[in-house]
């Protein structure tokens, strides 16, 4: 398979777990991490139903995938997430030395792979990410907006 279609495929997947985040009442982000073309990990945004404000969907997949492959270094990794990941996903994924980052939606407001900042591509720090975004980014960010628009409905009642 290519690697335009696996990201495509595995996005997808990442998209089913934002709408089961989404369902639980928490903003629709999904992450999962592949090694050597096979699936390791996921995670969905849980911080408002673990009470963790580092319970990014990105943060619990990388947690799983560590424990996986049992190192907390996960080389040759590729991490897809619907959203542009946050400075402490990031620095995260830096310290992981995930390869690859693959993103939905870009995050003009908070996005650490290239919106707002250029983590892990800046040449600034010791381990540099490979960055593709954009990635069905229609459907990632339609959840999003959808997402908030419903929250400000309920404010609103």
């Known amino acids: 398979m290519n690697q335009q279609r696996e990201d495509l495929d595995i996005m997808e997947q ?4 934002a709408q089961s985040a989404a369902a639980q009442g928490e903003v629709p982000v999904g992450a999962i991490i592949t090694f050597e073309g096979n699936i390791i990990s996921s995670g969905a945004n849980s911080p408002v139903t673990t009470h963790d404000p580092t319970a990014h969907a990105e943060i619990i ?3 799983k995938a560590a424990a996986n492959l049992t190192n907390y270094r996960l080389p040759g990794t590729t991490l897809y997430v619907t959203l542009e990941p946050c400075i402490m996903c990031m620095g995260a994924l830096i310290h992981a030395r995930v390869q690859r980052v ?22 600034l720090l010791n381990h540099h990410i490979e960055i593709t975004g954009g990635i069905c980014d ?20």
């Open 138 to 157: 229609t459907e990632c960010a339609s959840l999003l907006k959808s997402f908030f628009k419903e929250r400000r409905k309920q404010k609103l009642s």
């Open 102 to 123: 693959v993103f939905g939606a870009y995050d003009p407001k908070t996005g650490a792979a290239g919106s707002r900042y250029s983590i892990g591509t800046d040449n």
């Open 61 to 63: 997949a990388l947690r």
């Open 14 to 17: 990442a998209i089913l777990l």
